[in-house]
């Protein structure tokens, strides 16, 4: 069925970065110039490695390796397939470009030594998760990430930090203690957690319908889909700006990658039918949409709505799910890739401004776009983008998706994407415009004297701006492609 | 030589135990070496041992050369070795621990006393894990209670002696009760080989119910007690918490497993299985397993005291090993077999980490340890370790029980009972991490003047549970094995 490569790359790319975090914890006692450097040249490494397994992928194949067996018939294995190397790729490369944005951004802060071979850590913690060959494997990476990154979300370590990190961290014991269940589940009713076995499950029953739920409740905990989105917007906003763009760009995908992978690899489509799972997912979506798009514009603090911002947008790729077919799904996956670079366009845009100027209140910042022009300029771009506006990637990734709500023959689906855009202007516009057009003589606007942030962070920034553009500009781009394949992969289980 | 060596080991231990005392009277730095010689060896011997059983297969060792009926019949098998060599490692990394510390807990005349105590102890443990004989095994029993009361009371402050008292008369209490479940089995079996009564008791069930089940059931409480399952736990958390930390490791760590394998080795060995279908023994330990799990978590999250908390802990640890012998399935039990050496080591490792920390700052309450990781990394690391472990976090050894005891639970269709250990994985988490993050982040407080370095000779113990959790996490292969041989002899 699939063409098996045996390969030592993909262990390599999730190791060496937790390899190198270590040295790099001892380096920074050292020096601040060679942790960066090395910071830096890890992540670069990390994405040439994985890059360099797209001939292998694209031409449909699959690259797997056991590591070693912890228990019998589970052990540490990998598997890339094109799914995983898509997540793994855009991971990898936005991880390449912070790493970059956060050498002059810690350089501010305090704690830069334990920040640095953390932020390392977190990149090989979650790529394994994306190359996991078993749900085992994707089971201890994913705690693995989930509580190395709470080192990141409480860095400021305020009261507001800790108490954010805490509800992370419960909230983290609690999705990881499901998915043990659901993996425990799965483990005895198929006997095996392997992801190259084609469907695990192919009977819907109580014990599979438990499992399911608690799938749902694990990955979904993870991709902050409603109810239990609650930890979200406390503690991304709270971690430094770096990490926020990590935690929301690409560690908030990790959900989502792992539902992508229940419904596919545990279940199958008709298997979700027939029990009609898919209609408590789409309900689901939709309350995450309406829910996160509505609440971020209540919100003044600019980081948060960014945040509530990010719950809606995962509502895009559960409800992508939801419609369980192919066109959809490649929507989904094209807002996976849509949404990392966006929302991490927007992080750190917003981290460069508050890192500049102090302020994260939105009213503040009337006139910060004359200041600033470049980093409001991707600002600007990646905000159209979330809104929809053609052509960026958003739009691209919204039209895959309406069409695929037509084709599952929901049309509300397409309402709700609608209204959601619409709301989406409602809170990312007025930042716009008060930024570029509101002076300084209306209120309370910037009044202290600041100029660009040091091109180090700029750069980072205007790549990932100038991505959004280009994503929607040419519909015939890489990340469409790889999109269009991984979702007829996931169906077909071969390649157009 | 080689065939002695089942009865060398605790030979080795009360010869070392009895000796170090009268050497104290002429040497004074004598006293530790040997104990710590004596230990190494016996560690050695149990290692010996694995191999010899893996290579020839399990053998009875027959006391001075009486055959069974008669003589005392010591079991070398799986389960036997794979006891010994829980309790000879971790019993030999305590010491190692203890050296430094006991000198600081302990008055300088009762310093050697407590060598004898604890080799005493350990010597007994190792008897009850060797021994094929009902009576024997009452004796080593005993000896090992009036032990571990004694390394609680030996630092004779109020809270000891008080904690010793009542820990004195429960754990008689228990005693009484396996006595007299040993004299009702000879009543109706006329033996008291493990075999032999393995062998009569099918046939005698159908003449005297009421006696094997009165043995039975007193065999629960007895054991019950001495390894403190909910709600016969009530002495556990004055005890270990009050006891100088050594104690508190080797008690939480080793001497409540041991009377749970015993019991694991009557119910599964001795009494026929037939008596399970007929009465639901099985399901009330399960039903008191669940209690401990859950009601010992919810006290731990109370506690002020570090070492009370921990000591509450191991009482919902404890509830896991039961919940593997309640479940009496293969991996379920093999579950449970593996958390005795787990929460060994994990438990140990705790109650060390806070006696380092005790030793170090004089700091008992979990609220003023905030900042402690910032000054004393390596020990907070490892607690943070074992906090994982607690939780179940894939990668340590406490994930591996979980998983198995889990397993069990799903073979034999009880998912219940798998909700039940993710709740009180919860729980767990809930008061092990605020103490990890308070140590680690936030608040800084000022060095307090009064504070100790740590001694290398202390930290090191720690250091290699720590890290054997960690490697037991990911290559649990080798214990996995010895157990599943176990369960199938």
Redesign the interface.
């Known amino acids: 069925m699939e063409t098996v490569i045996y390969n030592f790359l993909p262990i390599w790319a999730v190791m060496f970065p937790i390899f190198m975090s270590v040295i790099i914890l001892i380096t920074s006692r050292r020096s601040e110039k060679l942790r960066n450097g090395l910071s830096v040249a890890t992540a670069v490494v990390t994405f040439l490695s994985i890059a360099a397994m797209y001939p292998v992928i694209m031409s449909g194949k699959v690259i797997v390796f056991t590591l070693f067996d912890i228990l019998p018939g589970l052990g540490i294995t990998v598997r890339v397939d094109i799914l995983s190397f898509c997540l793994a790729a855009i991971s990898s490369f936005i991880w390449m470009l912070v790493s970059v944005y956060s050498i002059d951004y810690m350089s501010h802060e305090h704690g830069g030594n334990r920040y640095f071979p953390i932020f390392i850590f977190t990149l090989g913690s979650t790529l394994g998760i994306f190359m996991a060959g078993d749900f085992f494997t994707l089971f201890i990476f994913f705690e693995l990430m989930s509580l190395i990154s709470y080192v990141l979300v409480i860095h400021e370590e305020t009261r507001e930090a800790l108490r954010a990190g805490y509800k992370y961290l419960i909230m983290t014991i609690i999705g990881g203690l499901a998915l043990f269940f659901a993996i425990i589940l799965t483990f005895e009713l198929a006997g095996t957690v392997s992801l190259s076995e084609g469907t695990l499950i192919t009977v819907p029953s109580t014990l599979a319908f438990l499992a399911f739920i608690a799938f749902l409740i694990g990955f979904g905990m993870k991709a902050g889909m409603f109810p239990l989105h609650v930890w979200l917007p406390d503690a991304h906003p709270v971690a430094p700006s770096p990490a926020s763009a990590l935690l929301s760009g690409i560690m908030l995908k990790t959900g989502a990658y792992g539902l992508l992978r229940v419904i596919f690899h545990v279940f199958n489509v008709s298997v979700i039918k027939e029990a009609r799972w898919d209609l408590l997912l789409g309900v689901i979506a939709v309350i995450t949409i309406l829910l996160g798009s509505a609440v971020a514009i209540t919100q003044f603090d600019l980081k948060r709505r960014l945040a509530y911002s990010s719950i809606g947008q995962m509502g895009y790729i559960i409800l992508g799910m939801a419609l369980l077919n192919e066109k959809a799904l490649v929507g989904d996956v094209f807002h996976i890739f849509s949404h990392a670079i966006m929302k991490s366009t927007l992080f750190l845009a917003a981290g460069a401004i508050i890192w500049k100027t102090g302020l994260r209140n939105i009213n503040d910042l009337h006139g910060i776009g004359k200041k600033m022009p470049v980093t409001m300029g991707a600002f600007t771009l990646a905000a159209l983008a979330m809104i929809g506006i053609p052509p960026l990637n958003g739009f691209l990734s919204k039209w895959t998706l309406s069409l695929g709500a037509l084709d599952a023959g929901a049309p509300v689906y397409v309402v709700v994407l609608l209204v959601s855009s619409l709301l989406n202007g409602l809170y990312y516009l007025p930042i716009i415009i008060a930024a570029f057009f509101g002076g300084e003589e209306h209120g309370e606007g910037v009044k202290i004297k600041v100029s660009e942030a040091s091109y180090k962070m700029i750069i980072p920034v205007a790549i990932l701006g100038i991505g959004c553009l280009m994503f929607g500009l040419m519909p015939n781009n890489i990340a469409f492609e790889l999109s269009l394949k991984a979702a007829s992969f996931l169906f077909n289980h071969a390649m157009p | 030589m080689a065939i002695h060596v089942p009865v060398l080991l605790i030979v080795i231990l009360l010869g070392a135990s009895y000796s170090v005392p009268l050497l104290d009277r002429y040497r004074k730095n004598l006293a530790f070496p040997l104990t710590i010689a004596s230990l190494s060896a016996v560690f050695v011997f149990s290692l010996y041992l694995i191999f010899l059983v893996g290579r020839k297969g399990p053998f009875f060792y027959h006391l001075g050369g009486w055959p069974p009926p008669w003589g005392i019949e010591l079991s070398v098998d799986f389960l036997a070795v794979y006891m010994l060599m829980v309790l000879s490692s971790i019993g030999l990394l305590v010491m190692i621990y203890g050296a430094k510390d006991l000198r600081h807990e302990l008055k300088k005349e009762v310093l050697s006393w407590y060598y004898t105590l604890y080799l005493l102890l350990i010597g007994s443990m190792m008897g009850i894990a060797l021994t094929n004989d009902l009576f024997n095994m009452f004796v080593f029993i005993e000896i090992s209670a009036i032990a571990s009361c004694g390394i609680i009371s030996i630092k004779e402050d109020r809270r000891c002696l008080e904690a010793s008292i009542k820990y004195l008369i429960l754990s008689v209490l228990g005693s009484g009760c396996v006595l007299l479940a040993v004299a009702m089995i000879y009543m109706v079996t006329g033996n008291l080989n493990f075999v032999y009564i393995a062998a009569e008791l099918p046939a005698a069930l159908a003449l005297y119910p009421f006696n094997i089940l009165i043995a039975l059931s007193l065999f629960i409480v007895g054991l019950g007690v001495k390894s403190a399952l909910f709600p016969l736990h009530v002495w556990l958390p004055d005890a270990h918490s009050s006891a100088p930390s050594p104690s508190s490791a080797v008690l939480s760590g080793l001497v409540i497993k041991i009377y749970a394998f015993a019991l694991i080795k009557l119910l599964f060995r001795v009494f026929p299985p037939q008596i399970y279908a007929a009465v639901p023994v099985l399901d009330i330990i399960l039903f008191l397993s669940v209690l401990a799990v859950l009601v010992g978590s919810i006290f731990a999250m109370v506690q002020d005291d570090i070492k009370r908390m921990l000591a509450y802990s191991s009482i919902a640890q404890i509830g896991y090993v039961f919940m593997g012998i309640g479940l009496f399935g293969d991996r379920a039990l093999s579950g449970g077999l593996l958390h005795i050496f787990n929460h060994a080591m994990m438990k140990s490792m705790l109650f060390m980490a806070a006696g380092l920390i005790i030793y170090a700052t004089g700091i008992r309450r979990i609220k003023d340890l905030k900042g402690i990781g910032v000054r004393m990394p390596w020990t907070m690391g490892a607690f943070t370790v074992g906090a994982?472990s607690m939780?179940?976090?894939?990668?340590t050894s406490g994930f591996?029980s979980?998983?198995y005891l889990?397993?069990g639970a799903?073979?034999l269709g009880r998912?219940f009972y798998?909700?039940i250990i993710?709740l009180s994985?919860?729980l767990n988490?809930?008061y092990y991490?605020?103490i990890v993050?308070d140590a680690f982040?936030?608040t800084k407080v000022e060095p307090r003047s009064e504070h100790r370095d740590v001694p290398a000779l202390m930290l090191v113990p720690v250091l290699i549970l720590a890290a054997g959790v960690v490697i037991f996490g990911?290559?649990?292969?080798p214990l996995?094995n010895l157990i599943e041989k176990a369960m199938t002899r």
């Open positions: 994982l939780v179940g976090i894939p990668g591996i979980k998983w889990a397993l799903l073979d998912p798998v909700a993710l994985s919860l988490g809930i991490f605020p993050i982040f936030g990911f290559f649990p292969g996995l």
